[in-house]
């Protein structure tokens, strides 16, 4: 199983860009799917972004041409770049990992979204 460690959160006001950060070890990276998800206050976690190992991405409707996700096979590190904030993306952030029955996950990254 690879190990997650997210980075890169904090506040931003409406409008405002912040990149995150997941930097993996412990497995080959480059074999599997990473993702980003993220939860906020009292509801479900949801898809974010995914990238294969081809490097095919696929993102959800809420962050289309806002975010994007991106990896560094020879960093063994996925990003995920956030622009035009809005203070409904405040959430925590979860870095994804997955390749056959595997997967593992980050401890997160808080992401506040504020004036």
């Known amino acids: 199983q690879v190990q997650l460690v997210e980075s890169g959160g904090g506040l931003v006001q409406p409008g405002g860009s912040l990149r995150l950060s997941c930097a993996a070890s412990?497995?080959?990276?480059?074999?599997?799917?990473m993702g980003w998800y993220r939860q906020a206050p009292g509801k479900q976690r949801e898809l974010v972004a995914t990238?294969?190992?081809?490097?095919?991405?696929n993102y959800a409707d809420s962050v289309k041409g806002r975010f994007t996700i991106s990896r560094d096979n020879a960093k063994n590190t996925v990003y995920l770049q956030m622009n035009s904030l809005k203070p409904e993306d405040t959430a925590d952030y979860y870095c994804?990992?997955?390749?056959?029955?595997?997967?593992?996950w980050g401890q997160g990254t808080q992401v506040t979204v504020s004036s």
């Open positions: 994804n990992g997955r390749v056959g029955l595997s997967v593992s």
């Open positions: 412990g497995s080959i990276f480059s074999i599997y799917t």
């Open positions: 990238i294969a190992s081809s490097g095919s991405t």
